[in-house]
């Protein structure tokens, strides 16, 4: 009883904080957990296996094979809530690497083309999630 | 059966993360160190994590895990990609561009 | 138990590894990611640690070891920002 | 394997330590003194101090890694080349080294019952503070009851340092400067430190209030807020940070926190008690002493929180006046 008024007293406390940094800062963040998210985690859990073994068969494999390229990618398609989103996702799959981001393009760093290909063909960007329905 | 798929999780967790920390040797410049640097802390922690919470009773243990799991996979990508910004930013060169540098094609 | 053990003692040969990188390393950078490293490897050796031992309360270490190394990370970067420019070069060799 | 583990934690001690001698990078000195501190919280827990380890993690890691680089930003980060001679330092080293190895012949084996210090009170505490306290932290038990008044001393010790920072130092002013100074460029940066500062706050809280329970109590609960907060004002600038947590307000908190200890003491001074005794505040001794613990427990996190902060806000704004200039 005592714990739970306890728990109760801090999310009160934590969400007065946030109320306050809000304020100061003026960048609210909004993630919606609904289902679509839930469906990217998993086929990114998918992707950060996949990309995890190519970059496992490098470091086990000869130099010769590693190529690391820089590219720019443009992030108009992405809606700018989830522009941070897709870049983590980006870092987080290992062999690409998300370098800088600003308003057109993201920067990043891949072990070899053929991951960067697949990122420009566009797979991560169509299946963030958020108001893909153009409003941004 | 759930202690085997839970060994399994740890073991191959154990095995990405030693790939990992031979790649920070083994590649030859900071960005593609970085690379390697992130294996280990995705797809590692995510399985090793994971062998954990199958070893718990589901209970307040596994909320914990699963709490340093999502943390984990929050921040991580991030000071990468902020750690890889400041060097970017401070001016150091990929291996492509050094190559491009020197116009020497070394080894 | 036996496969407990032995993932810990591979997070503690990576551990001793990041902890080569950050000893040895080219460019500032590649210290960071060392001591990065290290720090990520240490919360997942203590959560490991804790079921060696039977005792997963050893938990909330993991997860304040998680947080202090992202909160280290942070100064470190923000202390580069300050004295970026003047010093970068002879990191660089 | 825990021998082993053991071993293998202090050989990378050594070796960091060593590191740390000969490198005159101090920048690097800085991030290796992390990972000293790291390794010792690990053989803590190792050796199943899990209370110690935490606060080392938090403190040794954490607060002191932000603060010797807030000093760095201030000061430069190369080593003088020394101007003394090396031979005699290193001679009175190693005879007290070698003197103080001989005197641990002399120390009872590692934890053999036997030992004096098992002897003194602490059967009493393991046997007696299920009864008396009936909470199931040990540590906590001793640390917040038994041991109250030296707590009340380190509190208070926590205090002055905060106030010694800030009379040498000073706090900078609350204002919505324009000065662009956190971490601006980084959007990644801002946005998952604003997703994840209230994940750390409020693990912050639990820790504070679960003390009784699991490892950790007020003094962590303190530490762990205050590196939210200062995560906050590194990544989005101490303008804003002081925007939120106002400094007039630490300073009151600072106190606060001292007091509410002390006066826990008082009231039980008035029950007709002696000092910082919980087992009047309520009519079951035991229910006195559960309030009573988290009574000084919120005490130590407040005025802890509110130091550190005090303390962290003082070297920032020294470091921004610095750069503005």
Not at chain 1, 79 to 86: D, E, F, M, N
Not at chain 2, 27 to 56: E, K, Q
Not at chain 4, 39 to 46: K, P
Request: proline share 3%; hydrophobic share 55%; charged share 15%.
């Amino acid at each position: 009883m005592l714990l739970l008024a306890f728990g109760i007293i801090s999310v009160a406390l934590v969400l007065w904080l946030l109320h306050r940094m809000n304020n100061t800062d003026a960048e609210i963040q909004k993630l919606a957990l609904n289902l679509s998210f839930i469906r990217y985690t998993m086929w990114l859990l998918g992707q950060v296996v996949l990309s995890s073994l190519t970059v496992t068969r490098l470091v086990w494999g000869s130099r010769k094979e590693l190529k690391p390229t820089i590219g720019k990618l443009p992030v108009n398609k992405v809606p700018k809530k989830s522009r941070v989103l897709y870049a983590n996702s980006i870092t987080l799959t290992p062999g690409t690497l998300c370098i800088d981001i600003d308003n057109e393009n993201v920067t990043i760093h891949a072990l070899n083309e053929e991951s960067l290909h697949s990122l420009k063909r566009g797979d991560m960007a169509d299946k963030v999630p958020g108001e893909n329905k153009g409003v941004s | 059966m759930i202690e085997i798929i839970s060994s399994v999780f740890l073991i191959v967790g154990a095995f990405f993360s030693l790939t990992g920390a031979v790649g920070i040797f083994k590649f030859p410049d900071f960005f593609t160190r970085v690379h390697a640097a992130s294996v280990t802390d995705s797809i590692s922690t995510i399985l090793i994590i994971f062998g954990l919470i199958l070893r718990t009773d589901f209970d307040l243990v596994a909320v914990k895990l699963l709490f340093i799991l999502i943390f984990m996979l929050l921040t991580s990508p991030t000071a990468s990609h902020a750690l890889a910004k400041s060097a970017r930013h401070g001016g150091l060169l990929t291996l492509a561009e050094t190559r491009s540098d020197k116009k020497v094609g070394d080894d | 138990m036996l496969v407990l053990s032995a993932t810990c003692i591979a997070i503690l040969s990576v551990m001793a590894l990041a902890l080569a990188r950050a000893l040895k390393a080219d460019t500032v950078y590649d210290r960071i990611l060392g001591v990065n490293m290290f720090g990520t490897k240490t919360a997942l050796f203590i959560a490991l640690m804790g079921f060696l031992s039977g005792r997963p309360d050893f938990l909330d270490i993991a997860i304040v070891y998680a947080l202090i190394n992202f909160l280290g990370m942070i100064a470190v970067l923000r202390f580069f920002e300050y004295t970026a420019g003047d010093e970068n070069q002879e990191q660089e060799k | 394997m825990a021998e082993i583990i053991d071993l293998v934690l202090l050989g990378m001690l050594a070796i960091t330590a060593f590191n740390i001698i000969f490198i005159k990078d101090l920048f690097t000195v800085v991030m290796l003194f992390g990972i000293y501190s790291f390794l010792s919280a690990l053989i803590f827990v190792n050796l199943d101090a899990v209370d110690v380890a935490f606060t080392e993690a938090a403190v040794g890691a954490g607060i002191s890694t932000v603060l010797m680089l807030g000093t760095l930003a201030l000061t430069g980060r190369k080593e003088k080349a020394s101007s003394h001679k090396t031979i005699l330092p290193l001679l009175v080293v190693c005879v007290t080294g070698a003197a103080l190895i001989y005197g641990t012949l002399d120390m009872p084996l590692f934890g053999d019952p036997d030992n004096p210090a098992h002897q003194h009170v602490a059967p009493r505490y393991i046997e007696d503070s299920p009864q008396e306290i009936g909470i199931p932290n040990m540590v906590t038990s001793v640390l917040a009851s038994y041991r109250a008044f030296d707590t009340l001393g380190e509190t208070a010790v926590v205090f002055a340092a905060a106030i010694g920072v800030l009379s040498l130092l000073g706090l900078p002013k609350r204002d919505r400067a324009t000065i662009q100074s956190g971490l601006k460029s980084h959007l990644v940066l801002r946005v998952v430190a604003k997703m994840i500062i209230p994940l750390i706050v409020l693990f912050a809280l639990y820790v504070q209030f679960h003390g009784d329970y699991g490892p950790g109590g007020g003094f962590q609960a303190g530490v762990i807020a205050a590196a939210a907060l200062i995560l906050y004002a590194l990544v989005f600038g101490l303008p804003m940070a002081t925007h939120v947590v106002p400094p007039r307000v630490l300073k009151a908190l600072a106190a606060l926190g001292v007091l509410i200890y002390a006066g826990t003491g008082v009231v039980s001074l008035f029950l007709s008690a002696n000092f910082l005794d919980y087992s009047v505040l309520a009519e079951d001794p035991v229910a006195g002493q559960h309030i009573g613990i988290i009574a000084i427990e919120l005490g130590v996190g407040i005025t802890v929180f509110a130091a550190m902060l005090c303390i962290f806000y003082a070297f920032a704004g020294q470091t921004e006046r610095k750069n503005i200039q």
